[in-house]
């Protein structure tokens, strides 16, 4: 069984959708952390988020430590938001030495 | 624009030969860490570097090394290469107890 676990794997949307993509872990951890990574491959940090929720532009995500899950949200999904999202967990006490969920791939059609 | 650079963006080596893939970390960051990608995968931790000592790393043999430098910049080396070492190679920076990442574009490496 994967520590990280994402689901959807693969989610298509019409433009405007409120998206939601969900995150569980099996680990103990300090925070989390929400990436994107787009077709070139190169990965962005969207949050990291050890309680709660945060919230920039359109993202939100939110975390529940004692059910080790976290969300991230698109609100008014546009194409431009067509990317791979991946959630990812260090360990206590572990640094960046991240585990890595299988990604969400995520399409948005206009 | 993340500051985090890596060097080449691509390149092709053949089974056996050794490869060094590079990485400038963003300005007053002392933490880097290495990733590898396969095709389809998500990444998996190779190790990470803090004030040129390596103090974590996953799952990989002693044939993937690395180094960070003075400057923060920092190197991956892989000796012996496999067909299964063909991967999207990410390098990420952060100042330590800060927590956010910082990623690179990544070197994309073939081996035939």
């Known amino acids: 069984k994967n520590e990280v676990e994402q689901s959807p794997q693969n989610l298509t949307a019409q433009e405007g959708e409120f998206i939601t993509i969900n995150c569980s872990y099996s680990?103990?951890?300090?925070?989390l952390h929400w990436l994107q990574q787009h077709p070139g491959g190169g990965i962005v940090s969207l949050f990291m988020l050890s309680s709660g929720k945060k919230k920039h532009g359109r993202l939100i995500a939110t975390i529940n430590i004692q059910e080790k899950h976290s969300s991230l949200h698109i609100t008014a999904s546009h194409p431009r938001d067509s990317a791979v999202y991946i959630c990812?967990?260090?360990?206590?006490?572990?640094?960046?030495?991240?585990?890595f969920g299988g990604g969400t791939r995520l399409m948005v059609k206009p | 624009e993340t500051g985090v650079t890596q060097s080449p963006t691509h390149l092709i080596k053949t089974r056996g030969q050794q490869v060094t893939l590079r990485c400038s970390s963003q300005?007053?960051?002392?933490?880097v860490s290495w990733y590898q990608q396969a095709l389809g995968q998500g990444p998996q931790f190779i190790f990470q570097?803090?004030?040129?000592?390596?103090?974590g790393r996953g799952n990989f043999p002693p044939r993937f090394s690395g180094l960070q430098f003075p400057n923060y910049s920092s190197e991956l080396n892989v000796n012996a290469l496999e067909l299964d070492d063909s991967a999207l190679y990410l390098c990420?920076?952060?100042?330590?107890?800060?927590?956010?990442?910082?990623f690179g574009e990544g070197s994309r490496l073939t081996v035939l």
């Open positions: 990420a920076s952060s100042r330590v107890g800060a927590g956010e990442l910082f």
């Open positions: 570097y803090y004030r040129e000592e390596e103090n």
């Open positions: 300005s007053g960051h002392n933490t």
């Open positions: 990812a967990v260090p360990p206590h006490n572990a640094g960046n030495m991240l585990t």
């Open positions: 680990v103990g951890i300090s925070a």
